[in-house]
Nanobody, 127 residues
Framework: QVHLEESGGGLVQSGGSLRLSCVAS?????????????IGWFRQAPGKEREEVAC????????DYVASVAGRFTVSSDKANDRVYLQMNNLKPEDTAVYYC???????????????WGQGTQVTVSS
């Protein structure tokens, strides 16, 4: 069972920055590494559907972003420590949401279907 845990959320003013961290564990007994997983960052605001905002492939390091965050958010991985980060710059009030990381054993962000989920971390951006 893959376990994911997010951290780094908080309250920030519009235009500010936050870095979210997602630490993955539990896949080593299966002989896997983060190289074999896609990690996605999702968010859900009150009254809205959950949306995927960023994704990184452990296989080749390719990334993908939803248009609303492209150029402001950057997803990266630290495979030595089984961590994936979401650097969020120039935050806007509409970025306020609970942010989740999710994983699946797959090779590409395209066709990625999240199987394992973290508990989420709240990001609040004040105007």
């Amino acid at each position: 069972q893959v376990h994911l845990e997010e951290s780094g959320g908080g309250l920030v003013q519009s235009g500010g920055s936050l870095r979210l961290s997602c630490v993955a564990s539990g896949f080593i007994p299966y002989g896997d590494t983060l190289d074999q997983y896609v990690i996605g960052w999702f968010r859900q605001a009150p009254g809205k559907e959950r949306e995927e905002v960023a994704c990184i492939s452990g296989y080749d390091g390719s990334t993908d972003y939803v248009a609303s965050v492209a150029g402001r958010f950057t997803v990266s991985s630290d495979k030595a420590n089984d961590r994936v980060y979401l650097q969020m710059n120039n935050l806007k009030p509409e970025d306020t949401a609970v942010y989740y990381c999710a994983a699946d054993k797959y090779y590409s962000c395209h066709g990625f279907d999240a199987l394992y989920w973290g508990q989420g971390t709240q990001v609040t951006v004040s105007s």
